[in-house]
């Protein structure tokens, strides 16, 4: 990978619980650690954010996982987190790609973040790569580019599936439905059977379906990353 590639911005969820639930949740950590762990031996620098700064609730700890337990144990991945900066510090154009992370917690606050829609404007209109995973489409539905279109209009794009959220029983958990939304604002959803690998790429737009997808949008944006000038 070129090496004067600008960063990658990671970005993760700031919300603690599933509404009225009580229940709680977070970013899933696989669905960062491993696009992470992709990115970051392709040569590229990577800076995680979140919503509101400072440590992110975490969700889906396992380190069973290999991909987990190598970051939390043996990189300063824990130390990164509890010093995440805040979206409203940070700037799209001082970037290469945004990535955002799933976890329920984004549908609390990744939608109608405005900092997070201006720096996926920033990114897209500078020639950088949007991308997403799982629930982290979130970001992605009320994004809008400078003439007023919705970015994901006529977009193909995959992202947690109606089905998916049933399945976990989240339908009435949810502010939202995300597959719905996205299709309200014109997205071509593009749905694989529950829980199977669904990465999409439209252009500087790559998107999964759940954390199945995790890795191969990590995948899919390293190899964006190496045809742009």
Partial sequence: MKSDH????????????????????????????HPLK???????????ASVRGGQPPVDGFDLSD?????FWNETDFQHRL????????????????????????????FRDNLDAQR??????????????????????VDAKLSNGE????????????????DEVQGTTVVPFLLETALREHGALHHEA????????TDGRLITGQNPTSAHG????????LRQVV
Wanted: hydrophobic share 45%; proline share 6%.
């Fill in 6 to 33: 600008k960063p990658v911005l990671c970005v993760v969820t700031s919300h603690p619980i599933k509404g009225a639930s009580g229940v709680p949740t977070g970013f899933y950590m696989a669905e960062l650690t």
């Fill in 38 to 48: 992709i990115l970051e031996e392709a040569g590229l620098e990577t800076v995680i």
């Fill in 66 to 70: 290999p991909v987990n337990a190598w």
């Fill in 82 to 109: 509890a010093t995440t900066p805040p979206l409203s510090e940070l700037n799209g154009v001082d970037y290469s790609a945004v990535f955002f992370a799933g976890g329920h917690g984004t549908m609390w606050d």
């Fill in 119 to 140: 720096i996926i404007r920033e990114v897209y209109e500078n020639r950088g790569i949007v991308s997403a995973v799982c629930h982290g489409p979130a970001a992605l």
């Fill in 150 to 165: 919705y970015l994901v209009n006529g977009k193909n794009l995959a992202a947690f599936t109606n089905k998916e959220e």
């Fill in 193 to 200: 059977p529950n829980w199977s690998e669904n990465v999409v």
């Fill in 217 to 224: 949008v990590g995948i899919a944006l390293v190899n964006a």
